[in-house]
């Protein structure tokens, strides 16, 4: 095992070594690998974690991946979209309650509709959340899956500064048994490098303990964030969902091995990536009920709270067993605050919360 100093002053760890630092299963070693972790953390980022409030926009996909519940073809969901306005009225209800950013996610869409939805939706939102603590109004991240390089530059001028688009995984035979034919590998990478192209912050992420996935594959993953430069970071472990193909080939997890390997992927890319913003996704807490607060032990410092209108978020369904799924924004708001201050942390209020790599990116030292 490697050395806990070493753990703590280097961020160059080769594959091996972190394939090995993933794999870690006596407790003591865990927690020695926690502690770097949140060590580089506080050290690198400070103590305050950010809010994205989440807005789920639509779970009308084109997409068919094998593991998501929200695919094409599984005929179970009721598809929604919500109005823009309804968009626009839970971002204000963020910037009211000092939320500093919003994520607007969705199911995978490429028509023109849907561009012109967003592109009206993230103006709207700019232009009436500005306010002497948020002079620039909402810092605004998209999710919105793999879009052309013209889409992404309407999505920035409009306001957006921040994309999140998962690779799922960084390699290329595992992406191709958990997606369809019509989905490439290379696509995705071209999406990431037009998101760059397009100005903006780039965020990625992976599922964690896919069918055939071993510590080489994620140690990999972090490979891959590296060299691609990423800003930041979400994942969490997959989950079967019973509707889709993956879910239906009996492949069962183990909750607590699946929780285990995701925080020891979140300490791991922290101490390889100190500056970068990792969120703490509801996927650690759909599987754990503090999942979320053990993620942000484990290095992370980004946290999104569901904003989307309770009567349809049951039908934005990715895995079972999504939390606080009948609880409201506001009470959703009350609870994270308890449990992020349990753990000795504060809240960035009021601000965009980009990460230090992304502005130092921006402006070199
Ligand atoms: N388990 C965990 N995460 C999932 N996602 C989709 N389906 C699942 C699942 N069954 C994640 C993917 C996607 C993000 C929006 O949700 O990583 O990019």
Redesign the pocket.
Known sequence: MIDAADLRTRSDFSIDEMAEILGATRPDEIEEIRRAAENVLLENCGSEVYYRGLIEYSNICQCD?C???IRRSNKGVHRYELSVEQIVDAAKWCAQERYGSVVI?SGERRDKAFIKTIVEAVRLIKRETRSDALPQGLGITL?LGEQSLDSYRHFREAGAHRYLL?I?TSDPSLFAQIHPNEQSFQSRLESLDALREAGFQVGT???IGLPGQTTRHLAGDIAFFKEKDIDMIGM??????EA?PIGQTGYEIDRSTQVQRSLLMIAMTRLAMPDINIAATT?LQALDPIGREKGLKYGANVIMPLLTPSEVRSDYL??PGKPCLDESASQCRACLEARISSIGRTIGYDKWGDSRHALERAAPK
């Open positions: 991946c593991y998501c519940g996610q999710s998962r799922e992420g992976v599922m969490g472990p997959f989950i079967p969902h889709t996927a990715l895995y």
